[in-house]
Protein backbone atom coordinates (compact mmCIF):
# COMPACT_ATOMS: atom_id res chain seq x y z
CA UNK A 1 0.00 0.00 0.00
CA UNK A 2 1.25 3.61 -0.84
CA UNK A 3 -0.38 6.92 0.77
CA UNK A 4 0.18 9.74 -0.78
CA UNK A 5 -0.60 13.46 1.53
CA UNK A 6 -0.22 16.78 -0.60
CA UNK A 7 -0.55 20.18 1.07
CA UNK A 8 0.06 23.65 -0.33
CA UNK A 9 -2.44 24.79 -2.04
CA UNK A 10 -4.75 27.75 -2.00
CA UNK A 11 -5.53 31.46 -3.30
CA UNK A 12 -2.81 33.59 -4.98
CA UNK A 13 -2.85 36.68 -7.20
CA UNK A 14 -1.26 36.76 -10.57
CA UNK A 15 2.42 37.03 -9.93
CA UNK A 16 2.24 35.29 -7.13
CA UNK A 17 3.79 31.83 -5.56
CA UNK A 18 2.74 28.44 -4.04
CA UNK A 19 4.95 25.36 -2.61
CA UNK A 20 3.05 22.29 -2.86
CA UNK A 21 4.21 19.29 -1.32
CA UNK A 22 3.67 15.46 -1.43
CA UNK A 23 4.40 12.90 0.99
CA UNK A 24 4.65 9.40 -0.19
CA UNK A 25 4.88 6.79 2.61
CA UNK A 26 4.37 2.74 2.42
CA UNK A 27 6.07 0.22 -0.27
CA UNK A 28 7.79 2.14 -2.81
CA UNK A 29 10.41 0.59 -4.61
CA UNK A 30 13.34 2.61 -6.97
CA UNK A 31 14.09 3.65 -9.40
CA UNK A 32 10.73 5.31 -9.37
CA UNK A 33 9.40 8.98 -10.89
CA UNK A 34 7.71 11.49 -8.86
CA UNK A 35 5.60 14.20 -9.89
CA UNK A 36 2.90 16.40 -10.95
CA UNK A 37 -0.10 16.73 -12.65
CA UNK A 38 -3.05 19.68 -13.02
CA UNK A 39 -6.36 19.17 -14.18
CA UNK A 40 -8.86 22.87 -15.09
CA UNK A 41 -12.59 22.73 -15.34
CA UNK A 42 -13.35 20.92 -18.61
CA UNK A 43 -10.30 19.78 -19.57
CA UNK A 44 -8.12 16.50 -19.37
CA UNK A 45 -5.04 15.45 -16.58
CA UNK A 46 -1.71 17.02 -17.72
CA UNK A 47 1.60 16.61 -16.81
CA UNK A 48 3.41 19.51 -14.92
CA UNK A 49 6.38 18.47 -14.00
CA UNK A 50 8.45 15.12 -12.78
CA UNK A 51 11.72 14.03 -11.13
CA UNK A 52 13.02 10.75 -11.47
CA UNK A 53 14.83 8.95 -8.30
CA UNK A 54 18.07 9.44 -10.67
CA UNK A 55 17.51 13.19 -10.63
CA UNK A 56 16.73 14.13 -14.29
CA UNK A 57 13.02 16.05 -14.45
CA UNK A 58 10.80 16.88 -17.02
CA UNK A 59 8.37 20.15 -17.50
CA UNK A 60 5.65 20.92 -19.73
CA UNK A 61 6.44 23.91 -21.85
CA UNK A 62 3.27 26.50 -20.41
CA UNK A 63 5.73 26.17 -16.33
CA UNK A 64 9.47 26.04 -17.81
CA UNK A 65 10.90 28.79 -16.10
CA UNK A 66 8.91 29.38 -13.79
CA UNK A 67 7.74 26.41 -11.81
CA UNK A 68 10.57 23.58 -10.26
CA UNK A 69 10.16 20.72 -9.04
CA UNK A 70 12.24 18.97 -6.20
CA UNK A 71 12.37 15.49 -4.35
CA UNK A 72 13.74 14.92 -1.44
CA UNK A 73 14.29 10.74 -1.44
CA UNK A 74 15.31 10.13 2.44
CA UNK A 75 11.73 11.65 3.15
CA UNK A 76 10.39 10.54 -0.02
CA UNK A 77 8.87 13.52 -0.35
CA UNK A 78 8.26 15.53 -4.17
CA UNK A 79 7.68 19.75 -3.91
CA UNK A 80 6.79 21.49 -6.96
CA UNK A 81 8.27 25.43 -6.56
CA UNK A 82 5.28 27.65 -8.54
CA UNK A 83 6.52 31.83 -8.64
CA UNK A 84 4.86 33.68 -11.29
CA UNK A 85 1.62 32.27 -11.52
CA UNK A 86 -0.56 32.89 -13.85
CA UNK A 87 -4.63 32.42 -13.97
CA UNK A 88 -4.32 29.79 -16.30
CA UNK A 89 -2.16 27.81 -13.71
CA UNK A 90 -5.50 27.17 -11.93
CA UNK A 91 -6.22 23.45 -11.62
CA UNK A 92 -6.62 20.95 -9.26
CA UNK A 93 -2.94 19.52 -8.72
CA UNK A 94 -1.81 16.18 -7.96
CA UNK A 95 1.26 14.44 -7.13
CA UNK A 96 1.63 11.11 -8.53
CA UNK A 97 4.34 8.13 -8.18
CA UNK A 98 4.83 6.05 -10.73
CA UNK A 99 7.21 2.74 -10.34
CA UNK A 100 7.77 -0.69 -12.37
CA UNK A 101 7.09 -3.95 -10.23
CA UNK A 102 7.77 -7.43 -11.72
CA UNK A 103 7.03 -5.66 -15.04
CA UNK A 104 3.79 -3.76 -14.61
CA UNK A 105 4.19 -0.25 -14.18
CA UNK A 106 2.33 1.16 -10.81
CA UNK A 107 0.61 4.24 -10.69
CA UNK A 108 -0.44 6.11 -7.24
CA UNK A 109 -2.45 9.22 -6.92
CA UNK A 110 -2.80 11.73 -4.30
CA UNK A 111 -5.96 13.56 -3.34
CA UNK A 112 -5.31 16.53 -5.28
CA UNK A 113 -5.20 20.06 -3.97
CA UNK A 114 -6.79 23.03 -5.47
CA UNK A 115 -4.42 26.19 -6.74
CA UNK A 116 -6.40 29.45 -7.53
CA UNK A 117 -4.30 32.66 -9.28
CA UNK A 118 -6.56 35.45 -9.91
CA UNK A 119 -7.02 39.02 -9.01
Known amino acids: QVQMMESGGGFVQPGGSLTLSCAVS????????MGWYRQAPGKQRELVAS???????NYADSVKGRFTVSRDNAENTVYLQMNSLKPEDTAVYYCNLKFNLVGVVQNYWGQGTQVTVSS
Open 26 to 33: GSIFSPNT
Open 51 to 57: ARSAGTT
